[in-house]
Every structure is written in C-alpha cells, then in structure tokens.
C-alpha cells in the first residue's frame, strides 16, 4: 500500500446480461475487466476530472448473498496518480474519487461495444432460452434496451481504511460465493439452510436464513465455477 487514499469501486453489469455472462464467462467476464479498468484509465487521465495515472487492482465477484448470479468488479484504487509529466503525484480530493455517473456512461458505453464486437466476431454462443439472440437484429434489440438503463458504478472511499478492503477482497481469492460458516444446518431431505443478508432491504445488515433443495443449492454454488 502507498502512503495515499485508496478507493473501493465497484463495476456491475445489469442483471440482463447475466445469463449472457453464464454462457460465455470467459469472454463477458473478460470483457468485464476490459472496459471497467479502460473506464477507471480513462476518466483518472482526463484533465477535466483528475489528469492522473492511477494504479488499481480488480477481483470479479460473481454472486449476491443469495448466490444467484450477480457479476460484478471490485476494485481498489489509489486516490490520484501520477501527474502527465511523471514528476508528481496528483491527488484526488478528500474522500472524493471520480463522479459516478460519469463512470457508469462511460463503462455502459464500452461494455456494449464490446459485447456487438463479440456477438460479431462469433464469440458468443446462444443456448435454451437465449437462443433468438443469435439473430443480428433480436441482439441488437437488446443492446439497445441495455443502453437505455442506468447501469451501477459504486464509489466511495473505504471504510476504515485501504487495509479492510485489501482483507474482505482477500479473502474471496481462494475461495467463492459461501464460506462454511454461513451453512447453518442440512437437513434429512438433503435441503441445506444458509445465512445471508438481503441489500435490497431497509434493514440490510440482518441477517436472514434461507432454505433451499440440495439440488437447488449445488446449482446456486456451481453458477460461480470461473472459467
């Protein structure tokens, strides 16, 4: 770590282009790293925002609590970089990294692109209930549903401190989506109880329990096997 302020951004794709992404993961998850990290470049570098070159690391999450499907990046950023002309260090301002909406047009913008060169290239493969998109015109359709939405970008610094976000990030490089401790009991018809907490509620921090079939629960946790 560098003796500056570090950021904790957050790059998610909109929950439509999931399955896209369970089909294709290598391409849509490398396409995720692509243009988040072009994103981050590219507006820390333009003068009317930072006008620095700044340094990051990204790790894919690829799950919600619930362990559906939910990719996203999570990365750690320096607050400022260094200057155009190398000489000195450029800092953002206090607990303020770059406007997220400026972030999340820009990722929008070059995810989709990215994904047309995919679907044009002949990288992407369409199966079971996306099998119409193989057609030029219904893909093109939805890309353009998608460039219509407010896709996510999370910004803020972190919460006490670089170290914590270099802890939690750390802990899902050797494992994903469940820790055993959130396995709260397996019942005798195979169903499996887990704890988790739901983001989307008002008391979001409480912990809930949710009971699924066995079967239910290896399909959950296999939705996370990176390619």
């Not at 950021?7 to 993961?25: K, S």
């Not at 200057?83 to 995810?111: D, W």
């Not at 907490?197 to 996370?224: C, N, P, W």
Request: glycine fraction near 8%.
């Amino acid at each position: 770590l560098l003796p500056v302020d570090y950021h904790h951004v957050v790059f998610t794709i909109p929950e439509q282009l999931a399955a896209i992404a369970l089909q294709n993961p290598k391409v849509v998850y490398d396409i995720l790293f692509r243009t988040s990290a072009q994103t981050l470049l590219t507006i820390a570098g333009d003068p009317k925002h930072l006008g620095a070159d700044i340094g990051f690391f990204s790790i894919l999450h690829t799950w919600g609590q619930n362990l559906l499907l939910h990719p996203h990046v999570h990365c750690v950023v320096t607050g400022g970089g260094l200057s155009a002309c190398r000489s000195r260090f450029v800092h953002s301002k206090p607990r303020f990294f770059l406007h997220v909406r400026v972030l999340s047009k820009l990722f929008r913008e070059l995810f989709l692109d990215q994904l047309l060169i995919a679907f044009e290239s002949g990288e992407l493969a369409f199966h079971g209930s996306l099998a119409e998109l193989r057609f030029p015109r219904l893909f093109g359709r939805l890309l353009s549903q998608m460039a219509r939405l407010k896709w996510v970008v999370y910004s803020k610094p972190p919460f006490g401190g670089p170290q914590q976000v270099l802890a939690y990030l750390g802990r899902y490089t050797h494992r994903i989506a469940l820790s055993n401790d959130r396995i709260l009991s397996l019942g005798d018809d195979g169903s499996v109880t887990f704890q988790y907490k739901d983001y989307r509620a008002a008391d979001s921090q409480r912990s809930r329990s949710m009971t699924v079939t066995g079967e239910e629960f290896i399909r959950r946790f296999l939705l996370h096997t990176v390619p």
